[in-house]
């Protein structure tokens, strides 16, 4: 107990003195997170529950104070959006849901938030970028080694020790796919979707800040391998928007030669040829499913103007009641949990925050464009807003890009302690 109160106060320190260097460790570590929290209760590590909060959603709160504390924090459109999605989904929780279930659909309002009062000199930035295109990178050679060489068995005993995503022992069938004989990659991520939209949003930042093409090829064989098609397609969408607007069309056709041709040689080395021909037939089970749901959930829609309540929709509330409805795209579930109108101020949101960064025309606010273009697509037919880790990597740069819109605090060269971020 003494230990743990030294551990408390020296954690407290840390962020009330360096926050944005505390927040780039923080950033840093979310990728891993989930599997150090997996591995703590294999071992019989206790309060894992509790670490799990320390590392997340504690500091996210601390950090967020601090800084508005030292920066300040005035809101503009897309804020305003994002307190009317919050206080709808309050009212119909408060209605018809439980406090949990609301604190994990609402969480990636955190890592906005912590970008809206933080404030990078130019040269921070660039920091932050090519480490974070390194260390998914590294994530995606290490990842490899369990679909190449260990296989599914390691992954699965764990799961199945520490109830993690697994079904009957074995990995749940988002680990694999129809026509594809082999894993999907997920690395140290909850599971492959997760996994390839944090892959998205590195090779976004690489497009916008890095040259070095070492980084960028570990991260689209990491991708490559997630085997996510929503991913794929919101990365190339994506990068093609950005090679236009900062005027890189020769660049962006270089590039994308590179990418067919490579992703051909990987079809065979893969397996990938059943999986794309049942895709492109429309055999393919997993789309058939996809458009199952979204059916279901228009037509729950259309009956329930107003919301169910998220007590019997979406994943959370599935693992409870075998007989909660499931809609596979964030926005769907977001209008069958708290309405047509919640559902509507969160596109606001979106498209409020994405129309600021374009008007931008900053490295940062590219960045912003093209994670809200690609997580855009991926949402129709993803659940991706219930992931904390992926949220930090996804929603803490729109808040930089937002609150840089608005003018920068610090200069570029500043001499700011925490230039080490």
């Not at 020296?10 to 927040?23: D, E, G, H, K």
């Not at 599914?152 to 069938?173: D, H, I």
């Not at 912003?368 to 949220?391: E, K, N, P, S």
């Amino acid at each position: 107990m003494v230990l743990l109160g030294f551990v408390a106060v020296a954690y407290l320190w840390a962020i009330a003195r360096y926050p944005l260097s505390f927040a780039g460790a923080m950033l840093a570590f979310m990728p891993m997170d989930y599997m150090a929290i997996e591995f703590g209760k294999f071992f019989g590590l206790p309060s894992m529950t509790v670490v799990s909060a320390f590392t997340k959603e504690i500091p996210l709160l601390l950090l967020i104070f601090v800084l508005w504390r030292r920066n300040g924090f005035k809101p503009t459109l897309p804020d305003w959006f994002l307190f009317g999605f919050l206080a709808f989904a309050a009212v119909r929780t408060a209605l018809d849901g439980t406090l949990l279930t609301l604190a994990t659909d609402i969480q990636f309002a955190l890592p906005y938030s912590l970008g809206r009062v933080a404030v990078l000199s130019t040269a921070q930035e660039g920091l932050w970028a090519r480490r974070a295109v390194w260390i998914v990178g590294i994530l995606s050679i290490l990842g490899m080694s369990e679909i190449f060489i260990f296989g599914a068995g390691p992954r699965a005993a764990l799961y199945a020790a520490t109830e993690g995503v697994s079904q009957g022992g074995n990995l749940s069938p988002a680990f694999y796919g129809q026509g594809f004989g082999g894993m999907r990659e997920a690395s140290t991520m909850v599971g492959p979707p997760s996994f390839a939209a944090l892959c998205m949003i590195a090779l976004i930042v690489w497009w916008v800040y890095g040259r070095s093409l070492l980084p960028a090829a570990m991260v689209a064989a990491g991708l490559l391998c997630s085997v996510t098609r929503s991913s794929w397609l919101g990365t190339a969408l994506a990068i093609f928007v950005l090679g236009i607007i900062m005027n890189q069309k020769k660049r962006l056709l270089r590039y994308a030669a590179v990418a067919l041709m490579l992703f051909a040689a990987a079809i065979p080395i893969l397996g990938l040829g059943d999986y794309l021909s049942g895709t492109s037939t429309g055999k393919d089970e997993s789309a058939q499913n996809h458009r199952r749901s979204i059916l279901t959930g228009l037509k729950y829609i259309g009956e329930n103007p107003f919301g169910g309540g998220n007590l019997k929709i979406g994943p959370r509330s599935a693992g409870a009641n075998d007989n909660a409805l499931v809609v596979e795209t964030t926005y769907l579930e977001f209008a069958a949990e708290y309405g047509v109108v919640a559902f509507l101020i969160f596109l606001g949101f979106m498209l409020s925050a994405l129309r600021l960064a374009w008007r931008q025309q900053s490295q940062l606010g590219y960045v912003a464009v093209g994670i809200l273009i690609g997580l855009g697509l991926a949402m129709t037919v993803l659940i991706l807003h219930d992931d904390r880790r992926l949220a930090c990597w996804e929603w803490f740069p729109v808040g930089l890009a937002v609150r840089s819109s608005m003018g920068r605090s610090v200069p570029a060269s500043s001499g700011s302690p925490e230039k080490s971020l």
